[in-house]
Protein backbone atom coordinates (compact mmCIF):
# COMPACT_ATOMS: atom_id res chain seq x y z
CA UNK A 1 0.00 0.00 0.00
CA UNK A 2 1.03 3.78 -0.73
CA UNK A 3 3.99 2.51 -2.92
CA UNK A 4 4.06 5.08 -5.36
CA UNK A 5 3.07 8.11 -2.47
CA UNK A 6 6.30 6.29 -0.84
CA UNK A 7 8.32 6.92 -4.01
CA UNK A 8 7.38 10.03 -4.58
CA UNK A 9 7.71 11.20 -1.49
CA UNK A 10 11.71 9.68 -1.00
CA UNK A 11 12.03 11.03 -4.47
CA UNK A 12 11.17 15.10 -3.30
CA UNK A 13 13.60 14.64 -0.26
CA UNK A 14 16.49 13.98 -2.98
CA UNK A 15 15.93 17.68 -3.29
CA UNK A 16 17.68 18.61 -0.31
CA UNK A 17 20.30 15.97 -0.42
CA UNK A 18 23.70 17.04 -0.26
CA UNK A 19 22.19 20.47 1.15
CA UNK A 20 24.30 22.28 3.70
CA UNK A 21 21.32 24.31 5.47
CA UNK A 22 17.48 24.63 4.72
CA UNK A 23 16.63 27.64 2.63
CA UNK A 24 12.99 29.76 1.21
CA UNK A 25 14.75 28.17 -2.39
CA UNK A 26 15.30 24.22 -1.55
CA UNK A 27 12.29 24.11 0.94
CA UNK A 28 9.44 25.65 -1.64
CA UNK A 29 11.21 22.88 -4.30
CA UNK A 30 10.84 20.08 -1.92
CA UNK A 31 7.36 21.14 -1.12
CA UNK A 32 6.08 21.81 -3.93
CA UNK A 33 6.75 18.13 -5.05
CA UNK A 34 5.17 16.96 -1.72
CA UNK A 35 2.12 18.84 -3.13
CA UNK A 36 2.14 16.95 -6.15
CA UNK A 37 2.78 13.52 -4.60
CA UNK A 38 -0.15 13.98 -2.01
CA UNK A 39 -2.52 15.19 -5.32
CA UNK A 40 -1.07 12.34 -7.29
CA UNK A 41 -2.63 10.23 -4.33
CA UNK A 42 -6.10 11.26 -4.42
CA UNK A 43 -5.50 13.81 -1.86
CA UNK A 44 -7.89 16.97 -2.40
CA UNK A 45 -5.74 19.69 -3.19
CA UNK A 46 -7.11 22.29 -0.56
CA UNK A 47 -6.00 19.78 2.19
CA UNK A 48 -2.55 18.97 0.61
CA UNK A 49 -1.77 22.86 -0.04
CA UNK A 50 -2.66 23.31 3.76
CA UNK A 51 -0.45 19.95 4.75
CA UNK A 52 2.40 21.63 3.03
CA UNK A 53 2.13 24.76 4.14
CA UNK A 54 2.48 24.09 7.70
CA UNK A 55 5.53 21.55 6.90
CA UNK A 56 6.84 24.35 4.85
CA UNK A 57 6.45 26.65 8.32
CA UNK A 58 7.89 24.16 10.43
CA UNK A 59 11.37 23.53 8.13
CA UNK A 60 11.94 27.60 7.47
CA UNK A 61 11.33 27.61 11.82
CA UNK A 62 14.20 25.12 12.05
CA UNK A 63 17.50 25.15 13.05
CA UNK A 64 19.38 22.28 11.52
CA UNK A 65 21.98 20.65 13.68
CA UNK A 66 25.29 19.95 12.59
CA UNK A 67 24.61 15.89 13.05
CA UNK A 68 21.83 16.15 10.96
CA UNK A 69 21.05 16.35 7.36
CA UNK A 70 18.64 19.22 5.74
CA UNK A 71 17.04 15.76 4.28
CA UNK A 72 16.44 13.89 7.30
CA UNK A 73 15.00 17.23 9.40
CA UNK A 74 12.39 16.96 6.64
CA UNK A 75 11.66 13.78 7.08
CA UNK A 76 10.99 14.36 10.22
CA UNK A 77 8.81 17.42 9.83
CA UNK A 78 6.65 15.26 6.74
CA UNK A 79 6.33 12.21 8.97
CA UNK A 80 5.13 14.41 12.39
CA UNK A 81 2.54 16.49 9.84
CA UNK A 82 1.12 13.35 8.10
CA UNK A 83 0.30 11.54 12.01
CA UNK A 84 -1.40 14.62 12.64
CA UNK A 85 -3.28 14.71 9.53
CA UNK A 86 -4.29 11.22 10.11
CA UNK A 87 -5.44 12.18 13.88
CA UNK A 88 -2.32 12.10 15.71
CA UNK A 89 -3.03 9.16 18.12
CA UNK A 90 -4.85 6.08 18.18
CA UNK A 91 -8.19 6.13 18.90
CA UNK A 92 -9.41 2.87 20.78
CA UNK A 93 -13.63 1.51 20.77
CA UNK A 94 -15.73 2.76 23.83
CA UNK A 95 -16.25 -0.20 25.61
CA UNK A 96 -18.31 0.90 28.55
CA UNK A 97 -21.95 0.08 27.21
CA UNK A 98 -23.61 -3.21 29.47
CA UNK A 99 -23.75 -4.00 26.77
CA UNK A 100 -21.56 -1.86 24.39
CA UNK A 101 -23.24 -1.49 21.24
CA UNK A 102 -21.90 -0.98 18.07
CA UNK A 103 -23.55 -0.08 14.90
CA UNK A 104 -21.96 -0.72 11.88
CA UNK A 105 -22.93 1.86 9.02
CA UNK A 106 -21.55 2.06 4.75
CA UNK A 107 -21.78 1.81 1.44
CA UNK A 108 -22.54 -1.39 -0.41
CA UNK A 109 -19.28 -3.18 -1.00
CA UNK A 110 -17.34 -1.51 1.57
CA UNK A 111 -16.64 -4.80 3.57
CA UNK A 112 -19.26 -4.16 6.24
CA UNK A 113 -19.92 -7.74 7.08
CA UNK A 114 -16.18 -9.24 6.74
CA UNK A 115 -15.28 -6.61 9.23
CA UNK A 116 -18.03 -6.91 11.77
CA UNK A 117 -16.61 -10.33 11.69
CA UNK A 118 -13.34 -9.43 12.05
CA UNK A 119 -14.40 -7.26 15.02
CA UNK A 120 -16.14 -9.98 16.55
CA UNK A 121 -13.00 -12.18 16.20
CA UNK A 122 -10.75 -8.91 17.63
CA UNK A 123 -12.94 -8.63 20.48
CA UNK A 124 -12.79 -12.00 21.42
CA UNK A 125 -9.30 -12.83 21.18
CA UNK A 126 -7.98 -9.22 22.05
CA UNK A 127 -10.50 -7.89 24.58
CA UNK A 128 -11.39 -11.11 26.23
CA UNK A 129 -15.53 -9.70 25.61
CA UNK A 130 -18.33 -12.07 24.76
CA UNK A 131 -19.67 -10.35 21.77
CA UNK A 132 -23.10 -11.53 19.79
CA UNK A 133 -22.83 -10.70 16.09
CA UNK A 134 -26.69 -9.23 14.17
CA UNK A 135 -27.60 -9.56 11.13
CA UNK A 136 -29.42 -6.46 10.39
CA UNK A 137 -29.48 -6.52 6.73
CA UNK A 138 -33.32 -7.41 5.45
CA UNK A 139 -32.33 -6.70 2.11
CA UNK A 140 -29.70 -9.14 1.05
CA UNK A 141 -29.80 -12.87 2.34
CA UNK A 142 -26.84 -13.46 1.01
CA UNK A 143 -25.41 -10.87 3.78
CA UNK A 144 -27.42 -13.10 6.83
CA UNK A 145 -25.68 -16.71 5.22
CA UNK A 146 -22.23 -14.73 5.04
CA UNK A 147 -22.52 -13.59 8.80
CA UNK A 148 -23.70 -16.70 10.30
CA UNK A 149 -20.42 -18.38 8.48
CA UNK A 150 -18.41 -16.17 9.65
CA UNK A 151 -19.84 -16.43 13.23
CA UNK A 152 -19.31 -19.90 13.03
CA UNK A 153 -15.68 -19.86 12.00
CA UNK A 154 -14.46 -17.79 15.15
CA UNK A 155 -17.21 -19.13 17.20
CA UNK A 156 -19.14 -15.95 18.18
CA UNK A 157 -23.11 -16.78 18.26
CA UNK A 158 -25.51 -14.69 15.43
CA UNK A 159 -28.82 -13.23 15.64
CA UNK A 160 -31.05 -13.91 12.67
CA UNK A 161 -34.27 -13.41 12.54
CA UNK A 162 -34.77 -14.68 9.14
CA UNK A 163 -38.72 -13.71 8.31
CA UNK A 164 -38.59 -10.12 10.35
CA UNK A 165 -38.31 -7.73 7.64
CA UNK A 166 -38.09 -4.86 10.44
CA UNK A 167 -34.31 -3.88 10.93
CA UNK A 168 -35.33 -1.67 14.16
CA UNK A 169 -37.40 -4.36 15.16
CA UNK A 170 -34.29 -6.75 14.64
CA UNK A 171 -31.71 -4.85 16.57
CA UNK A 172 -34.11 -4.36 19.56
CA UNK A 173 -34.86 -7.94 20.26
CA UNK A 174 -30.49 -8.89 19.27
CA UNK A 175 -30.39 -6.40 22.48
CA UNK A 176 -32.65 -8.47 24.60
CA UNK A 177 -30.94 -11.38 23.74
CA UNK A 178 -27.68 -9.85 24.25
CA UNK A 179 -28.97 -8.85 27.82
CA UNK A 180 -30.71 -12.38 28.76
CA UNK A 181 -27.33 -14.37 27.62
CA UNK A 182 -24.48 -12.18 28.93
CA UNK A 183 -23.39 -10.94 25.69
CA UNK A 184 -21.31 -8.07 26.74
CA UNK A 185 -20.73 -6.50 23.01
CA UNK A 186 -23.57 -6.09 20.28
CA UNK A 187 -22.00 -6.02 16.77
CA UNK A 188 -24.92 -4.71 14.45
CA UNK A 189 -24.62 -5.29 10.87
CA UNK A 190 -26.81 -3.04 8.31
CA UNK A 191 -27.37 -3.55 5.34
CA UNK A 192 -24.90 -1.66 2.71
CA UNK A 193 -26.57 1.80 1.07
CA UNK A 194 -25.78 4.68 -1.11
CA UNK A 195 -25.69 7.91 0.75
CA UNK A 196 -28.42 9.18 -1.68
CA UNK A 197 -30.54 6.09 -0.94
CA UNK A 198 -32.97 8.04 1.50
CA UNK A 199 -35.24 5.72 2.64
CA UNK A 200 -32.08 3.37 3.59
CA UNK A 201 -30.62 6.18 5.06
CA UNK A 202 -33.22 6.91 7.24
CA UNK A 203 -33.47 3.66 8.04
CA UNK A 204 -30.32 3.48 9.73
CA UNK A 205 -31.05 6.85 11.23
CA UNK A 206 -33.63 5.04 12.88
CA UNK A 207 -31.68 1.93 14.45
CA UNK A 208 -29.47 4.61 15.80
CA UNK A 209 -32.55 6.18 17.33
CA UNK A 210 -33.63 2.86 18.69
CA UNK A 211 -30.60 1.29 20.17
CA UNK A 212 -28.62 4.33 20.98
CA UNK A 213 -25.16 2.98 20.18
CA UNK A 214 -21.98 3.29 22.13
CA UNK A 215 -20.07 3.29 18.58
CA UNK A 216 -21.42 3.80 15.40
CA UNK A 217 -18.38 2.84 12.99
CA UNK A 218 -18.29 3.95 9.18
CA UNK A 219 -16.62 1.42 7.26
CA UNK A 220 -15.20 2.84 4.03
CA UNK A 221 -13.39 1.31 1.04
CA UNK A 222 -9.86 3.25 1.10
CA UNK A 223 -9.64 1.68 -2.57
CA UNK A 224 -12.03 4.66 -3.70
CA UNK A 225 -10.07 7.55 -2.60
CA UNK A 226 -11.38 10.92 -2.40
CA UNK A 227 -14.63 9.45 -3.15
CA UNK A 228 -14.75 7.56 -0.18
CA UNK A 229 -14.35 11.12 1.41
CA UNK A 230 -17.07 12.66 0.01
CA UNK A 231 -19.12 9.39 0.99
CA UNK A 232 -17.97 9.48 4.79
CA UNK A 233 -18.64 13.70 4.87
CA UNK A 234 -22.76 12.72 3.49
CA UNK A 235 -22.61 9.98 6.19
CA UNK A 236 -21.10 11.78 9.09
CA UNK A 237 -23.83 14.73 8.44
CA UNK A 238 -26.65 12.32 8.96
CA UNK A 239 -25.34 9.72 11.07
CA UNK A 240 -22.71 11.23 13.96
CA UNK A 241 -20.17 8.76 13.35
CA UNK A 242 -17.53 7.99 15.99
CA UNK A 243 -14.98 6.45 14.17
CA UNK A 244 -13.93 4.98 10.35
CA UNK A 245 -12.43 1.62 9.25
CA UNK A 246 -10.47 1.78 6.39
CA UNK A 247 -10.84 -1.62 4.79
CA UNK A 248 -8.52 -3.01 1.07
CA UNK A 249 -5.64 -1.00 2.47
CA UNK A 250 -3.57 -3.76 1.01
CA UNK A 251 -5.29 -3.38 -2.48
CA UNK A 252 -3.70 -1.33 -4.79
CA UNK A 253 -4.55 2.25 -3.06
CA UNK A 254 -2.78 5.80 -3.84
CA UNK A 255 -3.86 6.28 -0.10
CA UNK A 256 -5.71 9.14 -0.79
CA UNK A 257 -8.40 8.44 2.01
CA UNK A 258 -6.58 7.71 4.72
CA UNK A 259 -4.44 11.01 4.27
CA UNK A 260 -7.89 13.07 4.40
CA UNK A 261 -10.36 11.37 5.59
CA UNK A 262 -9.79 12.44 9.34
CA UNK A 263 -9.27 15.72 8.08
CA UNK A 264 -12.83 16.11 6.32
CA UNK A 265 -15.25 14.65 9.09
CA UNK A 266 -13.19 15.40 12.35
CA UNK A 267 -13.56 12.13 13.16
CA UNK A 268 -10.74 9.10 13.80
CA UNK A 269 -9.70 6.23 11.89
CA UNK A 270 -10.22 3.28 14.38
CA UNK A 271 -9.02 0.24 12.84
CA UNK A 272 -7.86 -0.57 9.22
CA UNK A 273 -8.90 -4.10 7.92
CA UNK A 274 -6.73 -5.97 5.01
CA UNK A 275 -7.39 -9.41 3.79
CA UNK A 276 -10.45 -11.57 4.20
CA UNK A 277 -8.61 -13.70 6.77
CA UNK A 278 -10.95 -12.70 10.17
CA UNK A 279 -7.72 -11.88 12.15
CA UNK A 280 -6.63 -9.61 9.43
CA UNK A 281 -7.63 -6.26 11.20
CA UNK A 282 -5.38 -4.03 13.10
CA UNK A 283 -6.10 -0.50 15.67
CA UNK A 284 -5.04 2.16 13.14
CA UNK A 285 -1.87 4.05 14.50
CA UNK A 286 -1.31 7.25 12.93
CA UNK A 287 2.38 7.67 14.07
CA UNK A 288 2.95 4.05 12.73
CA UNK A 289 1.04 4.60 9.10
CA UNK A 290 3.29 8.23 8.85
CA UNK A 291 6.59 5.78 9.03
CA UNK A 292 4.94 3.18 6.64
CA UNK A 293 4.23 5.84 4.34
CA UNK A 294 7.57 7.41 4.38
CA UNK A 295 9.34 3.97 3.82
CA UNK A 296 10.66 3.44 7.92
CA UNK A 297 8.73 0.47 8.23
CA UNK A 298 6.78 -0.49 10.90
CA UNK A 299 8.72 -2.33 14.14
CA UNK A 300 6.17 -1.77 16.67
CA UNK A 301 3.29 -3.50 14.90
CA UNK A 302 6.06 -6.59 14.00
CA UNK A 303 6.61 -6.99 17.42
CA UNK A 304 3.42 -6.86 18.60
CA UNK A 305 2.23 -9.49 16.02
CA UNK A 306 5.07 -11.74 17.16
CA UNK A 307 3.67 -11.24 20.80
CA UNK A 308 0.35 -12.09 19.77
CA UNK A 309 1.85 -15.47 19.09
CA UNK A 310 4.35 -15.57 21.31
CA UNK A 311 4.23 -18.94 24.06
CA UNK A 312 6.73 -18.07 26.67
CA UNK A 313 6.48 -22.28 27.67
CA UNK A 314 7.45 -23.03 24.04
CA UNK A 315 9.66 -20.43 24.10
CA UNK A 316 11.66 -21.31 27.11
CA UNK A 317 11.77 -24.89 25.97
CA UNK A 318 13.57 -23.30 22.74
CA UNK A 319 15.93 -21.87 24.15
CA UNK A 320 17.28 -24.20 26.50
CA UNK A 321 17.49 -26.13 23.14
CA UNK A 322 19.44 -23.31 21.22
CA UNK A 323 21.85 -23.34 24.00
CA UNK A 324 22.30 -27.12 23.94
CA UNK A 325 22.70 -26.68 20.66
CA UNK A 326 20.08 -28.72 20.06
CA UNK A 327 17.48 -26.65 17.91
CA UNK A 328 16.70 -29.32 15.16
CA UNK A 329 13.94 -29.13 12.22
CA UNK A 330 10.92 -29.43 14.05
CA UNK A 331 11.39 -26.76 16.22
CA UNK A 332 12.16 -25.05 12.55
CA UNK A 333 9.16 -26.31 11.19
CA UNK A 334 7.13 -24.44 14.44
CA UNK A 335 8.81 -21.44 14.60
CA UNK A 336 7.15 -21.63 10.81
CA UNK A 337 3.96 -22.08 12.14
CA UNK A 338 4.15 -19.33 13.85
CA UNK A 339 5.31 -16.71 11.67
CA UNK A 340 2.69 -17.35 9.17
CA UNK A 341 -0.23 -16.97 12.25
CA UNK A 342 1.44 -13.52 11.89
CA UNK A 343 -0.48 -12.61 8.93
CA UNK A 344 0.46 -11.83 5.05
CA UNK A 345 4.27 -12.63 4.97
CA UNK A 346 4.81 -9.48 2.18
CA UNK A 347 2.98 -6.80 4.68
CA UNK A 348 5.30 -8.27 7.69
CA UNK A 349 8.60 -7.50 5.96
CA UNK A 350 7.45 -4.87 4.49
CA UNK A 351 7.44 -3.59 8.63
CA UNK A 352 11.36 -3.92 8.28
CA UNK A 353 13.16 -0.67 8.07
CA UNK A 354 14.25 -0.54 4.37
CA UNK A 355 12.71 -4.12 2.79
CA UNK A 356 9.33 -2.47 2.23
CA UNK A 357 11.14 -0.79 -0.86
CA UNK A 358 13.10 -3.62 -1.81
CA UNK A 359 10.65 -6.24 -2.37
CA UNK A 360 7.62 -3.78 -3.81
CA UNK A 361 7.66 -5.00 -7.04
CA UNK A 362 8.05 -9.40 -5.65
CA UNK A 363 5.02 -11.15 -5.44
CA UNK A 364 5.96 -13.26 -2.08
CA UNK A 365 2.50 -15.88 -1.98
CA UNK A 366 1.46 -16.63 1.61
CA UNK A 367 2.67 -20.15 0.73
CA UNK A 368 5.94 -18.94 0.24
CA UNK A 369 7.13 -21.44 3.07
CA UNK A 370 5.29 -24.50 1.97
CA UNK A 371 8.66 -25.37 -0.59
CA UNK A 372 10.49 -25.21 3.08
CA UNK A 373 8.10 -27.61 4.78
CA UNK A 374 7.53 -30.00 2.02
CA UNK A 375 11.41 -30.89 2.43
CA UNK A 376 10.97 -31.09 6.00
CA UNK A 377 8.30 -33.15 6.04
CA UNK A 378 9.82 -35.77 3.65
CA UNK A 379 12.30 -36.22 6.37
CA UNK A 380 11.69 -39.01 8.97
CA UNK A 381 11.29 -38.20 12.89
CA UNK A 382 14.56 -39.14 13.51
CA UNK A 383 16.03 -37.12 10.78
CA UNK A 384 14.16 -33.73 12.04
CA UNK A 385 15.17 -34.59 15.64
CA UNK A 386 18.67 -35.26 14.45
CA UNK A 387 19.83 -33.05 11.94
CA UNK A 388 23.81 -34.42 12.00
CA UNK A 389 22.60 -37.74 10.24
CA UNK A 390 20.97 -36.47 7.15
CA UNK A 391 23.87 -37.64 4.68
CA UNK A 392 24.20 -37.60 0.53
CA UNK A 393 22.02 -40.75 0.46
CA UNK A 394 19.43 -39.08 2.81
CA UNK A 395 19.18 -36.13 1.26
CA UNK A 396 18.94 -37.95 -2.42
CA UNK A 397 15.77 -39.73 -0.96
CA UNK A 398 14.19 -36.48 0.97
CA UNK A 399 14.69 -34.52 -2.71
CA UNK A 400 12.56 -37.42 -4.44
CA UNK A 401 10.18 -37.45 -1.59
CA UNK A 402 9.15 -33.46 -1.31
CA UNK A 403 9.57 -33.30 -5.24
CA UNK A 404 12.50 -31.18 -4.95
CA UNK A 405 16.03 -30.93 -6.87
CA UNK A 406 19.20 -32.24 -4.46
CA UNK A 407 20.68 -28.65 -5.09
CA UNK A 408 17.59 -26.86 -3.16
CA UNK A 409 17.87 -29.40 -0.61
CA UNK A 410 21.56 -28.93 -0.20
CA UNK A 411 20.93 -25.13 -0.11
CA UNK A 412 18.17 -25.34 2.69
CA UNK A 413 20.38 -27.78 4.59
CA UNK A 414 23.56 -24.94 4.33
CA UNK A 415 21.06 -22.30 5.19
CA UNK A 416 19.87 -24.23 8.30
CA UNK A 417 23.06 -24.27 9.71
CA UNK A 418 24.20 -21.18 9.17
CA UNK A 419 21.23 -20.13 11.28
CA UNK A 420 21.71 -22.57 13.85
CA UNK A 421 25.14 -20.67 14.07
CA UNK A 422 23.99 -17.24 14.47
CA UNK A 423 20.53 -17.74 16.56
CA UNK A 424 23.86 -19.55 19.10
CA UNK A 425 25.96 -16.39 19.05
CA UNK A 426 22.61 -14.44 19.16
CA UNK A 427 22.45 -16.49 22.47
CA UNK A 428 25.54 -15.79 24.01
CA UNK A 429 25.29 -12.17 23.36
CA UNK A 430 22.17 -11.27 24.55
CA UNK A 431 22.16 -14.18 27.32
CA UNK A 432 18.90 -15.97 25.99
CA UNK A 433 15.68 -14.96 25.50
CA UNK A 434 15.10 -15.79 21.84
CA UNK A 435 11.25 -15.61 21.73
CA UNK A 436 10.30 -16.02 18.52
CA UNK A 437 12.81 -17.02 15.91
CA UNK A 438 12.31 -14.55 13.71
CA UNK A 439 16.25 -14.72 12.15
CA UNK A 440 16.02 -16.52 8.89
CA UNK A 441 19.54 -15.90 6.61
CA UNK A 442 18.62 -16.61 3.24
CA UNK A 443 15.25 -18.06 4.16
CA UNK A 444 13.00 -15.40 2.61
CA UNK A 445 10.19 -16.64 0.80
CA UNK A 446 10.97 -17.10 -2.55
CA UNK A 447 9.45 -15.20 -5.80
CA UNK A 448 6.72 -16.17 -7.80
Given at each position: ?????S?R?E???K???????I?????A???????R????????Y??A??F???V????????V????????L????????L??????????????G???????A??????KT???G???N?L???????????????????????????????K??????????????????????A???N????????????????????E?AN?K?????????????S?T???A??????????LD??????????????????????????????????????D???????????????G?G??????????????????K????????????F??????L?????M?????????I????????????????????????????????????????????R?A??????I??????M??????????G??????????????G??G??????
Open positions: MFDNLELSAFQLKGEGRNEINVTTVKEIRALVDADVNKIKETDKKDKAMGEKLTSVSPGQMVKIVKDEAELMGGREEELSLLKPTIILIGLQGSGTFSKLAFKTKKGRHPLLVAADIYRPAAMEQLRVLGEQIVPVFIEQENKDAVSIANNAIAHKQNHNVVIIDTAGRLAIDEVMMQVISAVKPDEILFVVDMGQDVNTAKAFNDRFTGVVLTKLDGDTRGGAALSIKYTVDKPIKFVSMGEKLALDVFYPERMAQRILMDITTLVERAQAQFDEVQAKLEKKIRANKFDEDFKEQQQIKKGNIKDLLAMPGVGKAIKDIDISDDAFKGIEAIINSMTPFERANPDVIDGSRRKIKGCGKDNEVNAFKQFEQMKQMMMMNKMKGGGMGMGMMPMMPGRR
